[in-house]
């Protein structure tokens, strides 16, 4: 159906008592305490409210997909260039020397570490875990490496380049990098 064409000759029309519709969802301020002095407002306290937050996000594994269904299955695998044989322990479906598409290999489960970190910090859903320790593994037969967490060594002196690490896998798979982690081997 057509929209009716507003008149534009008639003078326009103001509804000076016009009002949104009050809600009752989200936060409901009843009152806010106001200082008469507006220079008394820059030593105000910060109004700080508790409000839920829900959001079902749909999200896409894409390319990277295959990685995800190994981690629940106990695998861990990396991509192998068919050109140049170039092999990745983080997965690309396209290789970075030569720009052919990759294939996907099964990694081993054992490998050393190349280098650590100790966190101190974390995001928030790791921040329960510090301090962690990062290690990059470098595995037989893979030319970069898979950042990954080790866990069963509790001072970061106790952790040696080279050290050999074993893959372990989370019982219950929840389609995250964080499914696989590394223990001393």
């Given amino acids: 159906m057509a929209k009716k064409r507003s008149d534009t000759t008639s003078p326009p029309a103001y509804h000076r008592n016009a009002k949104l519709d009050e809600v009752m969802t989200g936060t409901t301020v009843f009152n806010v305490p106001f200082p008469k002095d507006l220079s008394s407002l820059k030593g105000m306290s910060p109004i700080v409210i508790k409000h839920p937050y829900s959001i079902d996000y749909l999200h896409s594994y894409g390319q990277d997909s295959p990685f995800f269904a190994g981690l629940a299955n106990r695998k861990l695998l990396g991509t192998r260039c068919g050109c140049c044989q170039y092999t990745y322990a983080t997965p690309r479906l396209h290789c970075a020397n030569c720009g052919a598409e990759t294939d996907w290999v099964e990694l081993p489960l054992e490998g050393r570490v190349h280098t650590f970190t100790t966190c101190y910090y974390g995001s928030e859903e790791f921040l329960k875990d510090t301090p962690f320790h990062l290690i990059l593994v470098e595995f037989d037969g893979a030319d970069t490496l898979l950042l990954t967490r080790l866990i069963g060594v509790d001072r970061p ?26 223990v001393p081997g």
Avoid: H
């Avoid at 002196?157 to 590394?182: C, H, W």
């Fill in 157 to 182: 002196e106790d952790i040696r380049i080279g050290m050999k690490v074993k893959a372990k896998f989370r019982r219950n798979s929840q389609l995250k990098p964080t499914d696989v982690y590394f």
